[in-house]
């Protein structure tokens, strides 16, 4: 069937034969059907026969179209010589009514009420399968993904094989038990600890499972015997400074407990601003004469021009890299000026570090090592008398050089030494007999690492067991579970091409040492065949997010497959919120990019949903504020929280995502340009 479509801007007449029509603004379908019918049932039938349609006064285009469209219309006159008239036989203006809408159907009769309204709804759901199907289309647009480089598990794995929250909660649980005894580096609840991991991991398939030794030694301050005098004043430990010694190795090289001291009285202080080295800013004359055998007040952070820009910072604003540097220039000790913000963190973190053991490698490397370190509270610096802003804006003018201070210092300290080991588990799975038969040799001679730090910080002086549920019994819990579930794949034969390796490390809280320790080993024996390195540290036990976190991602290609999971599992990756709290120098990523293997650490983003948009700063920073790093970062801190599960297990489901494309695909992902300038050497 065939229909005519007029097109004009006002009202206007259509005669057929000796009937006048009225037709609306609007553009009208006139089925052909009827129209001959009303044509043909005409007295002038040879006119209606010769021409169907006539047009009076309108300028308008016929075009034809299939449809199914009925005809409005009503007859208005009758035309005599010429004239409009109605049915009373009075002229009439043809224009003065609108007119019905009379529907026909196919077969030219009139629709009924339910005929039309049934069109209407097809018409609708057409549309709305139109609609769909176009958003789908473009969204599978953008998710596509080379099924070689970055595959996918299928949605069952996420559902079946994946272990749920339960178990993960179990390991928690566990991890962060009182057994445990805070897992601190050394301590026989690191070791039981060890062996419930190792145990999850055989349990998991894995292949072999290795207890590496760490050598490391730790210095316990005994607060009784110290003291610290600046300014002319005396200053409380703990509650103002904190100071430990770094003994010389080789002086003790049989014993495993000893006690040192050193005492120092009125020694001229260096202020030595950021403490860098480095051609775009040094705070060092030319050779180390000016900080040798000196005590020098450091400030932690760098200028804004140096490097990167002021949200995102280098690895010379961490406290370590100061450490570092003045260890290698021979000094004798150094304060470390404690804001929150250049810190990241506030005093409470330092209070625990002055009831709790510092950790070392145990290496004697022929470096000569730095007497003590600590940190002082800034804020005591200014009740006392120095301008800590005018210290950051002098450290921060490029002219800047370590100069002798006004300040003299005194001070005692005595440290309880202790030689010990901590110990790195290390769990390998190799590649399924499947995927060696079909897959390269280069794959199966590639490796992805997996890392989680399972220490703590053990037990208080005052008997307090820091428990350490979400630091970071979570992140271990979070590898078990990803271990368990492509375990079970590979049993499957649906992995993996390349081998893996699960690291449960120690001593994080001790400055990165076990995972610098067993990265460094990593890579003497595999050179370049690790890909990539995940992390994971913590857990999101505040609900689902809306976005992810990938710490490192920006510095190289490992953020692509990343963003292809993360949209997998409707989150938007987006960059590291707060840069300015260096995370990337504070987790064992770190030393896996040390080795130049690309590593992030996976975390959650800052927009929970169906949340306020200041959710994040109600409750993760107040996490930082009261939990972090104390006695009460316990599993009953994370079963009080409204919803612990979804957020816990959307992490989940993201890093297995990411991990079943590092090893079941042939991506290798790259640094990008520029990104490792600011990667020392240990």
């Given at each position: ?74 007859s ?29 159907n ?20 057409t ?32 559902h ?22 805070g ?9 039981r ?69 050193l ?184 490796a ?15 008997g ?72 994971f ?48 120098f504070r ?52 079963d ?43």
């Amino acid at each position: 069937f065939f229909r005519i479509s007029l097109n004009f801007n006002r009202r206007k007449n259509v005669c057929l034969g000796n009937e006048t029509f009225a037709l609306t603004q609007r553009p009208r379908k006139i089925y052909l059907p009827a129209l001959i019918n009303t044509v043909n049932q005409s007295p002038d039938t040879s006119y209606g026969s010769m021409q169907l349609l006539r047009q009076r006064n309108m300028a308008s285009s016929t075009t034809w179209h299939r449809g199914d469209h009925g005809v409005r219309f009503q007859s208005l006159a009758q035309k005599d010589g010429g004239r409009n008239i109605n049915d009373d036989g009075e002229p009439c203006d043809a224009d003065q009514d609108e007119g019905e809408f009379l529907p026909y159907n196919r077969q030219g009769n009139a629709m009924t009420e339910y005929q039309r309204r049934r069109r209407r709804g097809m018409r609708f759901l057409t549309a709305l399968c139109l609609l769909v199907t176009t958003a789908l289309g473009g969204f599978l647009w953008r998710v596509r993904v080379d099924v070689e480089e970055l595959p996918q598990p299928r949605f069952e794995d996420m559902h079946k094989i994946l272990p749920g929250y339960v178990e993960l909660r179990r390991h928690v649980v566990t991890l962060s038990s009182e057994n445990m005894q805070g897992r601190g580096t050394g301590t026989p609840g690191e070791q039981r600890a060890v062996r419930y991991i190792a145990e999850q991991f055989r349990n998991a398939g894995c292949d072999s499972i290795e207890e590496l030794p760490v050598p490391l030694s730790g210095a316990l301050t005994q607060s009784e015997s110290t003291s610290l005098t600046l300014l002319n004043r005396s200053w409380s430990y703990r509650e103002d400074f904190w100071i430990t010694m770094t003994t010389s190795m080789s002086s003790h090289i049989d014993d495993n407990h000893f006690n040192e001291s050193l005492n120092w009285a009125q020694e001229a202080v260096i202020f030595g601003g950021f403490c860098i080295h480095h051609d775009r800013h040094d705070d060092f004359m030319q050779g180390s004469s000016e900080v040798r055998d000196r005590i020098v007040l450091c400030l932690v952070g760098e200028p804004d021009s140096l490097f990167l820009s002021h949200d995102r910072r280098s690895y010379h604003a961490r406290w370590i890299y100061k450490v570092e540097e003045l260890r290698r220039r021979g000094a004798k000790g150094i304060l470390l000026v404690h804001t929150t913000e250049s810190a990241g963190y506030g005093w409470s973190v330092i209070e625990a570090m002055a009831v709790t053991q510092h950790v070392r490698l145990r290496t004697d490397n022929g470096t000569r090592p730095m007497t003590f370190w600590g940190w002082i509270r800034g804020a005591k610096l200014n009740e006392f008398g120095m301008d800590t802003e005018k210290l950051l804006d002098e450290a921060r003018r490029p002219e800047f050089r370590a100069r002798i201070s006004q300040l003299t210092c005194s001070g005692r300290v005595q440290v309880q030494v202790n030689h010990f080991e901590g110990i790195n588990v290390l769990a390998t799975m190799l590649p399924s007999g499947e995927n060696e038969t079909h897959g390269s040799v280069e794959d199966r001679e590639e490796a992805v690492v997996m890392n989680a730090h399972h220490d703590h910080l053990g037990i208080g002086q005052g008997g307090e067991i820091y428990y350490g549920a979400l630091d970071n019994a979570s992140g271990v819990a979070k590898m078990l579970v990803i271990a368990a579930a492509l375990g079970r794949l590979r049993e499957a034969g649906r992995c993996c091409k390349r081998k893996i390796f699960f690291a449960s490390v120690t001593a994080e809280e001790a400055v990165l040492l076990g995972s610098q320790y067993l990265a460094q080993s990593l890579k003497e024996k595999n050179g370049e065949a690790i890909v990539a390195t995940i992390n994971f540290d913590g857990m999101n036990v505040w609900g689902p997010t809306t976005d992810a976190v990938a710490i490192g991602a920006e510095r190289s290609t490992l953020a692509e497959v990343v963003q292809r999971a993360a949209r997998l599992e409707f989150v938007s990756l987006i960059p590291d919120p707060d840069p300015s709290q260096m995370s990337f120098f504070r987790s064992d990523q770190f030393s896996y990019a040390r080795q130049h293997i690309p590593a992030i650490k996976l975390t959650f983003g800052r927009t929970f949903t169906s949340q306020p948009t200041d959710y994040y700063d109600q409750v993760v920073q107040k996490y930082i504020r009261e939990a972090y790093h104390q006695p009460n970062d316990n599993i009953t801190f994370i079963d009080s929280q409204p919803d612990p599960e979804s957020g816990a297990m959307q992490e989940v489901r993201l890093a297995f995502r990411v991990m079943y494309s590092l090893v079941q695909g042939s991506f290798r992902p790259q640094w990008n340009p520029g990104s490792e300038v600011d990667l020392l050497q240990p």
